[in-house]
């Protein structure tokens, strides 16, 4: 089962893939759900803290002093920050591997996470702000390189949707932090928000004692010429698996041949994209705008809707998020294995249409002033559950599509112009559709559901079938050395 080298020093012959991909599910891949899944919890909890405590940042005693367009820019500037940490690091993790960026980028998060609950103006704020968000962007990128390219390929889809899932968990934990240390009664105004941000680098500094144990993808080793060091790390796992499940696996016959490359520069990269996948150039961008424009328009300015249009207490705003993050995380938990089974292109278009039509019936509605906070709740679990599944799904599929030596800088260039297009520009625009009254906050709802049908009609058109086929099998690595390899 050992990888074989060729006759040329550096073009190889592997069946690491195969052999990755027929292991059966043990607890060696649970402690890669854990120690690299858990970032989203993070992520959950960072946007839902800013979002629950943008009114107490408006407050002169205790907050910053900023106003409610200032909230929208604060968000703007954190998902500013994440874009550009997911170019910057994701070129990174495909040059010098996914467990050094995955461990980097989290020590940048700490760091500027810290430094936030220290802000005293809101210049501060919005640095630090950026440097989280950058944390957390090359995250992206670093962590579901490595999950992809470490879960065997019967289970990817419904791994992915899970991890990505667990964002809801931080949302929850998030808001029902935010309602303890915002009240008055238990901490100062200006004490509790900063406390939030600390508990969230404390979770950081947990996750990233677990991660230490994390190990490289070896994927990624034996095309960047550490090919021999990849199948002692392969061998080991099947051992631990083997053992664990008490019988030999079976042996694994097919086989890649690569031309190993210290790296690759953007040239080939764009090339790669532009020319060969076109189709899915467009199909990555549709459904990361969609999202992104969704997800950060509304969570970002949430608690400001509830208490600026529909009189709710800032103390009570956050406990609005509990229901909307539990449908949230049952969405992919549902729903996740049927990406599987039912199959990508099904679902995807199916969640992205559903969550966009739900949408758009809700924001006529709320337009009526038909809504109350608790309604309009209750509208928000249903139209989530879909969206979840559908936005998770958005980050599978630009990991899954294109070749492996891009996989890391294809997240992230994904992810920044999708969100660059749909996340800056949605809290900015809520941000101020706030002041004006519901009728613009409904406007900006029927954009989202736009978006969102527009990209599930796109992956209806565009969109590729990988579930339960090889990374290989769906996009062969650029340094490929096979007959009828696949465009």
Request: charged content about 15%.
């Amino acid at each position: 089962m050992s990888a074989v080298r060729g006759a040329t020093s550096d073009v190889i012959e592997t069946n690491i893939p195969g052999r990755m991909d027929r292991l059966p599910w043990s607890r060696w891949h649970w402690m890669i759900v854990i120690g690299l899944g858990t970032v989203w919890i993070l992520d959950g909890l960072e946007v839902t803290i800013v979002g629950a405590i943008g009114d107490s940042l408006t407050q002169p005693n205790g907050g910053l002093g900023m106003s409610t367009a200032d909230i929208g820019v604060a968000a703007g500037v954190y998902v500013s920050g994440a874009c550009v940490g997911a170019l910057v690091f994701g070129h990174l993790t495909d040059r010098f591997g996914r467990k050094k960026l995955f461990l980097l980028t989290l020590g940048l998060y700490l760091l500027a996470t810290v430094a936030t609950a220290f802000s005293l103006n809101p210049m501060w704020f919005f640095i630090c702000r950026f440097f989280t968000g950058a944390g957390i962007g090359g995250e992206y990128a670093a962590i579901n390189s490595a999950i992809d390219e470490l879960i065997p390929a019967a289970r990817r889809g419904v791994v992915d949707l899970a991890i990505n899932g667990s964002f809801w968990l931080g949302t929850a934990f998030g808001a029902s932090l935010s309602v303890l240390l915002l009240n008055p009664a238990f901490f100062a105004p200006g004490i509790g928000w900063r406390l939030a941000f600390g508990l969230g680098a404390f979770l950081g500094l947990l996750i990233l004692l677990v991660r230490r144990n994390v190990p490289e993808s070896p994927r990624w080793m034996f095309i960047h010429g550490r090919d021999k060091e990849a199948d002692r790390l392969v061998r080991k796992i099947e051992d631990d698996v083997e053992e664990a499940a008490g019988e030999k696996l079976s042996e694994v016959n097919q086989t890649l041949k690569v031309r190993q490359r210290k790296s690759i520069g953007f040239g080939v990269i764009i090339k790669t994209a532009v020319q060969r996948y076109p189709k899915r150039v467009v199909l990555g961008l549709s459904l990361f705008i969609g999202q992104a424009f969704l997800y950060n328009a509304v969570f970002f300015t949430y608690a400001l809707v509830l208490t600026k249009l529909l009189n709710v207490p800032s103390d009570l705003a956050p406990w609005t998020l509990v229901p909307i993050a539990v449908g949230n995380f049952l969405g992919p938990l549902v729903l996740g294995r049927f990406f599987d089974s039912v199959g990508r292109r099904t679902m995807i278009s199916g969640t992205y249409i559903a969550s966009g039509v739900l949408l758009a019936i809700t924001a006529f509605v709320f337009s009526r002033g038909a809504l109350d906070a608790f309604w309009l709740t209750a509208c928000w679990m249903v139209i989530f559950f879909f969206a979840s599944a559908g936005a998770s799904s958005a980050y599978l599929t630009v990991s899954e599509i294109f070749p492996m030596e891009t996989r890391a800088m294809a997240i992230a260039f994904f992810y920044a112009v999708g969100t660059g297009i749909g996340g800056i520009t949605g809290p900015i625009l809520f941000g101020r559709f706030v002041e004006q009254g519901i009728g613009a906050v409904a406007f900006g709802y029927v954009i989202g559901a736009v978006l969102m049908v527009a990209a599930g009609v796109v992956e209806i058109v565009f969109g590729v079938e990988a579930a339960r086929r090889s990374l290989e099998d769906i996009a062969a690595p650029i340094t490929a050395q096979m007959e009828g390899a696949p465009a």
